[in-house]
């Protein structure tokens, strides 16, 4: 599976790489914020998830998300949304603008296979 | 801490939040400049929101803890519901103090204290709107729930983001904005999931009535409150899951139900709501950073392969050195060619590894605003702080080992050269004093400048205190020019200020800043005018590891003389020299210059050697005084890469290291200030 991770600090990035390696995904790409990603997403035009962050400069999380789903090539990629807080209006936000699923930093690899279970179980079912 | 991390990823973030950190403190002091500058705002908000969110995966909760604070503050500041002011900044600069302090901590490898709770209460303090801009108190957020659509049409160009919370907050019903600003106060409220019916409701309100339901929508707001407001403003695992399926049915994905309606849609077919996305994307764009997304085109290495690296381009210019040497000698043209060749291809390596090492002054001159900003406040002087040539690159361990030099003179500028402002005033200058501190690069060296608009120096002053510290007799000081005057500061246990304030430093200060700059084999040179100001000119070379020399011989040894201190070099008749205070001079374009026999310092038994009757002389400055050393032979320049003694001869006074020649042989890398203080017992 060829997943994006997107956050603008490389640490973070680092960390959720490291995280999606643990649950066995090898095919991991990176970029550092909505503006660079959504490029990278309708060029490769071949991922099959995307992991975000939310509060990014240049383009945040939520708008790339909004840029993905109003993307006819990229409307249905999967969407995991990394917040800081679990804040009900954020998530609404998200939720409403297409989010498959979100997850509250700091989280542990187990957390994270939970989320993604769940997502693909939407998704199947 | 619920992640098994390595190591690495703790140095990461160390090093990556650690840059963040640099960069908040720059920019806070900038802020306090333009307190509404909602990028800033927006920047300083992101740099605290990054590291707590780093620091949360490595464990480090106190970390997490003092950014939330800070967070939370900037959030309220970046919606505009306070501004910044004195005591604001005050409370919150020494915040990356103690972020500082606790990266030392973690880097220590010890977990750092939780900061104290008086600070985070004092943060927490100003992390609430100002009585007066509350959203609730905003005119426009007033109208009644269905009038919202009209109030936030007219209002769609400016309409800020508490006016918008105030709106949405409105349109529930009498539920207060309080919400907002108490997360931990749940609401006693009715039901917290958003019902069926109510989402019904919502999405034919979005797009009018029977229209498709499932589609991704950016435009929702005034619904989702109701379920926003209605018990806390976090939302659980359940409540999401429970969202979604209202969203998009049960058990399916929005990528499956969500992909026939682009976003474009609502538009269309609902006016409201899409003037409300519209204004709401207003408001969202000041979140945008400026500045256009770097993509990812460096890679981090360790300093200490940096190091080996260099260390090894050290050895082939050695070896370099020695083929150019052969070359010379006797070798056949193909050979030349070749060694030719490899000469070139050499020295760009050489180059290109230096480059490797460079970073830009900027990361020093960053803290100098925090200094500037705190010491003006204390001392209640009005100064401002230019910087030039940020971008100039140097050595890494040379931007390190400036700092702290640079940090004293600069505080040195603030402290005794810009007067008092009603002084200033009074002497027809602007309240407001200068200070410039700037770099530039000068063919192989770096020049800094630190430049006041203050009272300059008296050099009759100084002549007067170089005497009463007994640092020399009067008629010593009456000979000193103004230039050697000034230099007088430099010398150790020397203190203008009659009163010693304890900002800058006790009178042991400025010596270290000398014999730092030194060991860096650079030198520091002053310029002042009383009553216009000073100027302190730093040289450094651009990097440390390698060094351009003068060789020469004494007796069957040679000796590597730094080129940097040497200013000229002549033959002379040695019988011709004078005799001045029984130091033997020899005089130079009518200036009388020490003369020294290195001969007798540095080689075994030749203290007693017979002089000969012409030598050849190396002219050396130190500071501003210049020496004269006779040397029996003179080789040339040569670029060489210093080695250390080994541990036995560590602290061997006036030998800074050692080499190896073209010829193969060991050549002492000499330290000129410490060998003249060692032999010659002054300077």
Same mark, same amino acid.
């Not at chain 2, 659509?149 to 309080?178: M, R, V, Y």
């Given at each position: 599976?060829?997943?994006?991770?997107?956050?603008?600090?490389?640490?973070?990035?680092?960390?959720?790489?490291?995280?999606?390696?643990?649950?066995?995904?090898?095919?991991?790409?990176?970029?550092?914020?909505?503006?660079?990603?959504?490029?990278?997403?309708?060029?490769?035009?071949?991922?099959?998830?995307?992991?975000?962050?939310?509060?990014?400069?240049?383009?945040?999380?939520?708008?790339?998300?909004?840029?993905?789903?109003?993307?006819?090539?990229?409307?249905?990629?999967?969407?995991?949304?990394?917040?800081?807080?679990?804040?009900?209006?954020?998530?609404?936000?998200?939720?409403?603008?297409?989010?498959?699923?979100?997850?509250?930093?700091?989280?542990?690899?187990?957390?994270?296979?939970?989320?993604?279970?769940?997502?693909?179980?939407?998704?199947?079912? | 801490?619920?992640?098994?991390?390595?190591?690495?990823?703790?140095?990461?973030?160390?090093?990556?939040?650690?840059?963040?950190?640099?960069?908040?403190?720059?920019?806070?002091?900038?802020?306090?400049?333009?307190?509404?500058?909602?990028?800033?705002?927006?920047?300083?908000?992101?740099?605290?929101?990054?590291?707590?969110?780093?620091?949360?995966?490595?464990?480090?909760?106190?970390?997490?803890?003092?950014?939330?604070?800070?967070?939370?503050?900037?959030?309220?500041?970046?919606?505009?519901?306070?501004?910044?002011?004195?005591?604001?900044?005050?409370?919150?600069?020494?915040?990356?103090?103690?972020?500082?302090?606790?990266?030392?901590?973690?880097?220590?490898?010890?977990?750092?204290?939780?900061?104290?709770?008086?600070?985070?209460?004092?943060?927490?303090?100003?992390?609430?709107?100002?009585?007066?801009?509350?959203?609730?108190?905003?005119?426009?957020?007033?109208?009644?729930?269905?009038?919202?659509?009209?109030?936030?049409?007219?209002?769609?160009?400016?309409?800020?983001?508490?006016?918008?919370?105030?709106?949405?907050?409105?349109?529930?019903?009498?539920?207060?904005?309080?919400?907002?600003?108490?997360?931990?106060?749940? %609401?006693?409220?009715? *039901?917290?999931? @958003?019902?069926? &019916? !109510? +989402?019904? #409701?919502? $999405? =034919?309100?979005? /797009?009018?009535?029977?229209?498709?339901?499932?589609?991704?929508?950016?435009?929702?707001?005034?619904?989702?409150?109701?379920? %926003?407001?209605?018990? *806390?403003?976090? @939302?659980?695992? &359940? !409540? +999401?899951? #429970?969202? $979604? =399926?209202?969203? /998009?049915?049960?058990?399916?994905?929005?990528?499956?139900?969500?992909?026939?309606?682009?976003?474009?849609?609502?538009?269309?077919?609902?006016?409201? *709501?899409?003037?409300?996305?519209?204004?709401?994307?207003?408001?969202?764009?000041?979140?945008?950073?400026?500045?256009?997304?770097?993509?990812?085109?460096?890679?981090?290495?360790?300093?200490?392969?940096?190091?080996?690296?260099?260390?090894?381009?050290?050895?082939?210019?050695?070896?370099?050195?020695?083929?150019?040497?052969?070359?010379?000698?006797?070798?056949?043209?193909?050979?030349?060619?070749?060694?030719?060749?490899?000469?070139?291809?050499?020295?760009?390596?050489?180059?290109?590894?230096?480059?490797?090492?460079?970073?830009?002054?900027?990361?020093?001159?960053?803290?100098?605003?925090?200094?500037?900003?705190?010491?003006?406040?204390?001392?209640?002087?009005?100064?401002?702080?230019?910087?030039?040539?940020?971008?100039?690159?140097?050595?890494?361990?040379?931007?390190?080992?400036?700092?702290?030099?640079?940090?004293?003179?600069?505080?040195?500028?603030?402290?005794?050269?810009?007067?008092?402002?009603?002084?200033?005033?009074?002497?027809?200058?602007?309240?407001?004093?200068?200070?410039?501190?700037?770099?530039?690069?000068?063919?192989?060296?770096?020049?800094?400048?630190?430049?006041?608009?203050?009272?300059?120096?008296?050099?009759?002053?100084?002549?007067?205190?170089?005497?009463?510290?007994?640092?020399?007799?009067?008629?010593?000081?009456?000979?000193?020019?103004?230039?050697?005057?000034?230099?007088?500061?430099?010398?150790?246990?020397?203190?203008?200020?009659?009163?010693?304030?304890?900002?800058?430093?006790?009178?042991?200060?400025?010596?270290?800043?000398?014999?730092?700059?030194?060991?860096?084999?650079?030198?520091?040179?002053?310029?002042?005018?009383?009553?216009?100001?000073?100027?302190?000119?730093?040289?450094?070379?651009?990097?440390?590891?390698?060094?351009?020399?003068?060789?020469?011989?004494?007796?069957?040894?040679?000796?590597?003389?730094?080129?940097?201190?040497?200013?000229?070099?002549?033959?002379?008749?040695?019988?011709?020299?004078?005799?001045?205070?029984?130091?033997?001079?020899?005089?130079?374009?009518?200036?009388?210059?020490?003369?020294?026999?290195?001969?007798?310092?540095?080689?075994?038994?030749?203290?007693?050697?017979?002089?000969?009757?012409?030598?050849?002389?190396?002219?050396?400055?130190?500071?501003?005084?210049?020496?004269?050393?006779?040397?029996?032979?003179?080789?040339?320049?040569?670029?060489?890469?210093?080695?250390?003694?080994?541990?036995?001869?560590?602290?061997?006074?006036?030998?800074?290291?050692?080499?190896?020649?073209?010829?193969?042989?060991?050549?002492?890398?000499?330290?000129?200030?410490?060998?003249?203080?060692?032999?010659?017992?002054?300077?």
């Amino acid at each position: 599976m060829k997943i994006l991770v997107v956050d603008d600090f490389s640490t973070m990035r680092r960390i959720v790489k490291n995280l999606l390696k643990e649950l066995g995904f090898e095919n991991l790409h990176e970029a550092d914020d909505g503006a660079t990603a959504l490029p990278l997403l309708q060029d490769a035009g071949d991922f099959d998830f995307l992991v975000t962050d939310w509060n990014m400069p240049g383009m945040q999380g939520i708008d790339l998300l909004k840029a993905v789903r109003a993307d006819p090539n990229l409307c249905k990629l999967p969407v995991l949304m990394v917040t800081a807080e679990q804040k009900r209006e954020q998530i609404v936000e998200a939720a409403q603008s297409g989010v498959n699923g979100y997850i509250v930093k700091p989280f542990t690899a187990a957390t994270l296979k939970e989320k993604l279970d769940k997502i693909f179980e939407r998704i199947d079912g | 801490m619920a992640i098994d991390l390595d190591d690495e990823i703790l140095q990461d973030f160390l090093v990556e939040a650690g840059e963040i950190l640099d960069q908040l403190g720059e920019q806070l002091v900038d802020l306090e400049q333009s307190p509404d500058d909602k990028d800033l705002l927006n920047a300083v908000f992101r740099g605290f929101h990054t590291i707590k969110g780093g620091a949360g995966f490595v464990g480090l909760t106190a970390l997490v803890e003092l950014c939330h604070c800070a967070e939370d503050v900037f959030n309220i500041l970046r919606n505009g519901d306070r501004a910044v002011d004195a005591e604001l900044m005050d409370a919150i600069l020494p915040v990356t103090d103690i972020l500082q302090d606790m990266f030392e901590n973690v880097r220590a490898g010890v977990d750092p204290e939780p900061a104290d709770p008086e600070l985070i209460a004092l943060i927490a303090s100003f992390a609430q709107p100002n009585a007066d801009s509350t959203p609730a108190a905003v005119p426009e957020s007033a109208p009644v729930e269905q009038a919202q659509p009209e109030s936030s049409e007219t209002n769609a160009d400016d309409i800020t983001d508490e006016e918008f919370e105030a709106i949405l907050d409105a349109s529930q019903s009498g539920k207060s904005s309080a919400v907002e600003q108490q997360s931990e106060t749940p %609401a006693p409220a009715a *039901s917290d999931d @958003i019902t069926d &019916d !109510e +989402f019904e #409701a919502l $999405l =034919d309100e979005m /797009h009018g009535e029977g229209k498709f339901a499932g589609a991704p929508e950016a435009s929702a707001p005034e619904k989702e409150t109701p379920s %926003a407001a209605s018990q *806390s403003d976090e @939302i659980s695992e &359940d !409540e +999401f899951d #429970a969202l $979604l =399926d209202d969203l /998009h049915g049960k058990g399916a994905s929005p990528t499956s139900t969500g992909s026939s309606t682009p976003a474009e849609k609502p538009k269309a077919s609902a006016k409201p *709501s899409a003037k409300k996305a519209e204004a709401k994307k207003e408001t969202k764009k000041p979140a945008k950073a400026k500045e256009a997304p770097q993509a990812e085109a460096t890679v981090r290495v360790d300093t200490k392969r940096l190091d080996d690296i260099m260390n090894m381009v050290g050895e082939l210019v050695l070896v370099r050195n020695r083929l150019s040497r052969l070359k010379a000698s006797d070798v056949e043209d193909d050979m030349s060619l070749a060694i030719g060749n490899l000469d070139v291809v050499t020295t760009d390596l050489q180059i290109s590894v230096m480059k490797t090492r460079m970073q830009p002054i900027k990361k020093v001159f960053g803290r100098f605003p925090r200094v500037v900003r705190d010491l003006a406040r204390s001392l209640k002087k009005e100064v401002s702080l230019e910087l030039a040539g940020e971008e100039t690159d140097l050595d890494k361990n040379l931007v390190e080992a400036i700092a702290d030099p640079l940090v004293h003179l600069v505080r040195n500028a603030v402290d005794h050269g810009v007067e008092m402002p009603d002084e200033r005033e009074k002497k027809g200058k602007a309240r407001q004093g200068t200070v410039l501190l700037s770099a530039e690069q000068e063919g192989d060296h770096i020049l800094l400048t630190i430049e006041d608009d203050g009272a300059g120096m008296d050099a009759e002053v100084l002549r007067k205190k170089a005497v009463e510290k007994g640092l020399m007799d009067e008629d010593a000081a009456a000979r000193l020019d103004d230039r050697d005057c000034f230099n007088l500061i430099f010398a150790p246990g020397f203190s203008t200020k009659q009163e010693i304030s304890d900002v800058s430093g006790r009178g042991v200060g400025m010596d270290v800043v000398k014999s730092r700059i030194a060991q860096l084999n650079g030198s520091v040179e002053i310029e002042s005018q009383l009553g216009k100001g000073s100027r302190f000119l730093i040289k450094l070379p651009l990097t440390l590891a390698i060094l351009p020399t003068l060789m020469v011989v004494l007796g069957n040894q040679t000796f590597a003389l730094p080129l940097t201190s040497v200013n000229e070099i002549f033959d002379m008749d040695i019988t011709k020299t004078n005799v001045v205070d029984g130091q033997e001079v020899v005089i130079v374009r009518g200036k009388a210059v020490p003369l020294f026999y290195l001969r007798k310092w540095l080689v075994n038994g030749s203290a007693s050697a017979a002089e000969r009757e012409s030598a050849h002389v190396v002219i050396v400055s130190i500071g501003n005084q210049h020496v004269g050393f006779v040397v029996d032979q003179l080789l040339g320049q040569e670029e060489v890469v210093i080695k250390p003694l080994g541990t036995m001869l560590h602290g061997t006074k006036g030998v800074a290291g050692a080499t190896v020649t073209g010829d193969g042989k060991i050549a002492l890398i000499l330290d000129v200030p410490e060998m003249l203080q060692a032999y010659a017992g002054r300077f």
